[in-house]
Structures are given as C-alpha cells and as structure tokens.
C-alpha cells in the first residue's frame, strides 16, 4: 500500500473512477436492498393502470388535445415515480449514518458525479417501464420514436441534474419526502413545459427539424443545472 | 445624525408612495378601453419589478453567505426573500384584477403569470426548507444553495419556456413605449398563431381603398370560434376597424396588407397599447417604480437589522449558557 | 518545536482554535503543536468538547475562530484538504451495512485512489482481529466488531495522523490490546489524538490535555 495523494492533486482520471466506485457502490445496495427500484416501478405500474382504467386506451386518440393529455399523463407519471425513488441515495447516506466515512474518504465531486450517474441509472429503468406500461396500458403510438427517445433521454438527464443536488439537500432536514416535491417542482416547472410539449410533439409525428428547438432547450437546462450543482454540492454536502 | 436621515428617508417615501397612490386615482386620465381598472398598472408594474429585484438581491447574497460564511449575508438573503414573497403576493393579486377586467379571466397561464406563480412556490419551498432545518448554520447553507439553484432556473422559466408555448401575449406589447407586438403574415387561406390564438385568414377583398379581410379566430382549449372582418385603408396604410376578440378586450387588427400576392398581416391590439403616451400617466408611473422600489429598500433594511439584532441576543444567551 | 520537518514528518498545528455548537462555545482559544511521534489524550467531562475538538481537527466541523494546520512533507493542508493524512475512528463513524467488511474496504480504497490488492485487505482486516470474516456482511457484525472495522477504515490509507474517539469502546480485552498497539505503531508514522476519559488509556498519552477545566 502506498500513502495516499493529496485529494487536490488527484487528477480527473482519479476523480471519475471515484465517482464511477461511488456509482458501483450504490448499485450494489440498491440490488441487494431494492427499495428505490421498488417504490419507482410501483408507481410507475400504478399511474399506468389508473390512467387505463380511468379512460381507456386513450392512446387509440390521435386528434389535437388527446395527444397533449397523453404527453402529459406520462411526464406526470414519470415524474412522481422519480420524486419517489431518486432522494433514496442520499437519504440512506444520511439514515445509516454512512455519510461521515464517504465525506472523508472521497471528493465531493465525485460523491456527486456518482449519485448523479446512479439516478441517471434509476432513470433510465424507470423510462423504459413507463412507456412500455403507456404502450401496453392505454396503447400510446408514438409517430416519431427517435424524436420522443431523444426528448425523453435528454428531459431525464434535465431531470436528473436538477433533483440529485436537491436529495443531498433534502436528505439534512426532516420531513425529508415532503420537502424533496416541495423543493423539486417549482425548479422542474421550466423542464416539464419543455419535454411535454415537445413530446406531444413527437407522438404526433413532427419532424426532427420541428423537434429540434425543444431538445436544444432540454439540454441546456441540463447544462446549466449540472453545472451550478458541481459548484454548490460542496456546500452543501460539507453542512 | 444617522438615525435623523433615516427618519427623514422613512417620511419621504411615506409622502412619496401617498402621493402616487393620489395620482393613481386622481391625475392619471381614464384609458380608452380600460376604464378605471387601467389604473392598477401603476401599482401593478411596479411590485412586479420589485419581485425580480427582491428574487436577484436575495439570490446575491445567499452567494455572499456561502463564499463569506458571515451571518449577516444570510440574514440579508432571508430579508429580502420575505419581503419579495409580500411584494410577489400584491403583484399575484393585482395582477388577477387586471386579467379578469382585460381579460375575462383571473387566471389562464399567461408565460407572465405562469413565472410569478413559480416564484411564489419557490419562496414556499425555501420557507419550508428553512423551517425543516434544526441546525442553525446548516439551515443557512442549505437555503442559500437551494435560493441560487433556484435562481439559475429563472431565465428558462422567463425565456425559454413561454417561448416553447408560443403564446408572448402578456402586456410585453402594451407597456413599454415603443415596443410592439410583431404580429404575424399570413397569405388567404394559412393558419397562424397570435399570442396562444389561432388565427386563419379565409380571404381579403377590397373595395375602393377599404380592404377587408375574413379572420377566423379560435381559443386555445375552447370550441368556440369565431368569424372577424377587420379592415384596412390601403391608401393611407393603416386599420380602420379593429374588431375585438369574443369575450375579450383584444382586438384584431390588420397591419398591412397586399392584394397582389393575397397576404397580410394581421395583429392584435391590446388595450393600454399606448397608455404611457400619455405625459402624467407615464410620471406617475415612473414615480410609481420609484416609490415602490424605495419602500421594499426601506422595508429590507428593517427586516434585516431586526434579524441581526435577534442573532446577537441568541449569541449572548449562548454565551452565558 | 520549529526545527525543520524531514520527510514524511507531520506537524499539526492549533492557533487560538474556538468552536461553538449551536451558538454554545465549548473550544476557547486553544493553541498547541505536536510532531510526528507525539501522542496526545484528550479528557474531559461530557460535553466539554472532546469529541468536538476531533471533529474540527477532520474537518467534520467548521471551526468558530482560529487556525487548524497541517504540514506534511513540507506542504500545508488546513483539516478540509488534509482528509488523505487523517485516520478517524469514532462511535459516529458508521460503514455500510449491506455491504462485506471487505468489499466496504474495497471501496473506500477506490475513492481514495489506492491501488489495493484484495489479499492486502484481508490481512489488514486480519490485523484488526477480523480475520477470517472478510465476507460477512456487516450487518452481521457486533458492535464489537463493528469498532474494529472502524480500526481498518481508519488505517486504509496508512494515514499521518489518528484520531481516535473514545478508542476502546464496545471492545474486549483483545480488543483493548489491539488498540494499543495500533497506537504503538502509529506513533513510528505520525500523531495520535484520543479523547477519552478512561484510566487505562490516559496513561497512553505522552501529554494529556484537560478540557472544560476552566
């Protein structure tokens, strides 16, 4: 064993494998103790069914409004779900009381680089249920799927980048479930106008070219949340 | 000498806000269309500007307390977020009274309305983060990132997304002299969006110097739709007949049109388009930015001595604990 | 005590530290340096700021007023950026529990960056009286146990600087012996800290400090 380097002069490489240990560690609990996948694909399964049994196969519908509804119903689907299971990391970080040893053994940075890829991951399970649950459960048809595959990987990664700080937040304060939807929709108002309409969008079958400007807003979002949350989460994870 | 000029700053605006609020009803001359309800703009403006004012210093100094770490800056950021959200409340408030009397409705998600009611949540969920906190510099730097978090999400709100749903309708075109609503060129026949309504242009006739043309306007979210024949002196260039929208104090208008390539563009005219030309209208107006924007300093500065003055009595329990 | 640091020597220096909790002072003015070899103990009835003065020497706590250093190989690290030289052992410290005792040291060591092999984890966790039960998860564990693990989280990084909290508690007679001689040893690489108030590990210190005497 040799001595460990100063945190730093660690270089970037060193970070990310930081970041990915982070990431593989939170995996691992997460497969042996289930909870965060459990409680997103329930709610997934359930929004899902409720709708179906509320109103049918409304994907069947293809004129003006019904497309809107269903763009909507499916981001309000996802987004519940995630606001259920995307505190989970940080808030087991808290409850267990583990977070000490990670804060003084890895850079902050890297906590936060590898919570975000482990949400990113959660996200993107989440995703592939909910539509295949929309497609089985109220026949959604999407006429451009490259588009909506596009919008809905890019309004995850938005998504992503905007709760992870705010679960590191939620996790030091009690009430820590409430307050994380309480804190996160406000924040989200912006993306969901976005990824909704350019969903529609996308169900209806508009073009790439038409979609474009939506999917170029996504991503900025997602930059400039990702980008204020590397410089904030030190403070926030080291209060 | 200190204490004197405050004094004599708190009379001041006293004076200065009284006067206003006199104008307001007084001076200010009735706007065609309006009616009394126009006046409101001289309150409603100016507590909407000091939302954003109180929104931006309060986000300042929540940056100030993290690079810093000094009380004070945190207890600034606090001030001036709980003074914003009242200014936020009077500005949500007379704002509902001006749609409802313009518009027919208190509420319908207009981009403005859609970002104030965001900025209320906002303050909503600092609050509660603040109250969820036990420890007392944690609560600081948690709420100072999430007030900056939450800022840098403000320009999407504003810019991005009312943008995305395409409906720019809010008094933008009305209140700021000069400006103008571009409107839209359509050719017989086209559909096209003004604000969040579709407009389809069914066909253009002249007869003499007067064009017509057949607008077909429908809500969006409604059934209803509705047939309009605003009209156009192609001599002189301008509108003649401004029809108004059903149910509504818009109107539709025509900007220009040309028979030769059958296109022309159509715009909508809000109410109080042009209510600043007005010389009074627009001092009391100004005077009314002012006023207001020197009351919530005013106001901040109380908040913010009070809340040091409190800090330094639990520090000095603490010490003799 | 200013004489010039050899390599791999450590300083650790504490100017006119102050520390509050919850706008309480428990830490006034408190100054003092120690070298690599040194063995402090810290004492003191409860709440007089033992386990606080460790806290703000990790960086754990933000400190109220002063100065907290650190010189390793002739460069300085304030408690914050020094997390590399410093090994704490603490009944705060809590590891995952649904992870083993080895795959838990497998990860601290990866986020710290050291190239580890798995067997030199294992003899690690073997030197802490764990041997043998590298696969369990730690859940499992004992309290007893579990302060052993602590013992391998702390040592990992074969850091300069131990701190350690109330360094026997839950442990056995073995336990307590294997404590000591962690500190014998570290004292070849660096400093000790302990905050106690037993007896026996009193007598462990070259210097004892007393807190909240005053």
Known sequence: MTPQAAPNELPLRSLLLAAWAVFMKDLRSELRSRYAINAILLFAVST???????????????????????????????????????????????????????????????????????????????????????????????????????????????????????????????LKSALFAVLSFPLLVPLLVIAIQGTALAIEGATWSEGFSYLQSLIGFAVAMFVASLLLFRFVWES | MRERLASVAKLFIGIWLGGVVVAMFLLVPQYEGLGNAGRIIIMHVPTAWVCVLAFTISAIYSALYLWKNKPEFDNRALAAAENGFLFTILATVTGMIFSQVVWGIFWNWDPRQTSIFVLLLIYAALFALRSAIEDLERRRRLSAVYSLFAFVTVPFLIFIAPRMAESTLHPNCAFIEGSECEGIELAVGKIGLLGDRKVQLLGLSQDGDVVTAEVKVSEPGLTSEA?????????????IVSPEFPNLRYRLTIMSADMASQSAKLNIMAPGTGILDNRITLYTFLAGIFGFTALFIWMFRVRSKLLDIQEDLQQREGAFA | MNKELQPEHVRLTLKEVGAAYSSRIVIAQLSLSLESGDILVVSGANGSGKSTLLRLLCGLQRLHSGEILYEYNGVSYTPNQASHLIGWVSPDLALYRELTALENLRFFAQV??????????????????????????????????????????????????????????????????????????????????????????LAWGDYVLTLGAA
């Not at chain 3, 073995?174 to 070849?188: M, Y």
Request: charged share 15%.
């Open chain 1, 48 to 174: 899902a069914v409720a709708v179906s049994l509320g109103v049918g196969f409304i994907g069947l519908r293809r004129e003006g409004d019904w497309i809107n509804i269903q763009s909507s119903l499916l981001w309000i689907a996802l987004l519940f779900a995630a606001l259920n299971g995307l505190a989970r990391s940080f808030v087991q970080e808290e409850e267990t009381r583990t977070g000490l040893a990670l804060r003084l053994a890895a850079p902050s940075h890297a906590i936060y680089l590898g919570k975000l890829c482990f949400n990113l991951a959660l996200l993107a399970i989440l995703d592939l249920v909910t539509c295949l649950f929309f497609m089985m459960f109220i026949r959604l048809q999407i006429a451009n799927p490259s588009l909506f595959i596009a919008l809905l990987v890019m309004g995850s990664v938005a998504l992503a980048c905007t709760t992870t700080i705010l679960a590191a937040i939620i996790a030091k304060a009690s």
């Open chain 2, 227 to 239: 047939i309009l024949h605003p009209t156009w002196s192609a001599s002189e260039g301008h509108q």
């Open chain 3, 112 to 201: 710290r960056g050291l190239r580890v092999q798995d067997s030199q984890l294992s003899a690690l966790l073997a030197d802490v009286g764990l041997g043998g039960r590298d696969h369990d998860y730690v859940s499992s564990y004992s309290t007893g146990m579990q302060q052993r693990l602590r013992y391998a989280y702390a040592l990992l990084h074969q850091p300069a600087v131990l701190l350690l909290d109330e360094p026997t508690v839950t442990l056995d007679e073995r336990g307590s012996d294997t404590v000591a001689r962690i500190i014998e040893r570290q004292r070849a690489r660096g400093i000790v800290v302990i905050a106690t108030n037993d007896p026996r590990e």
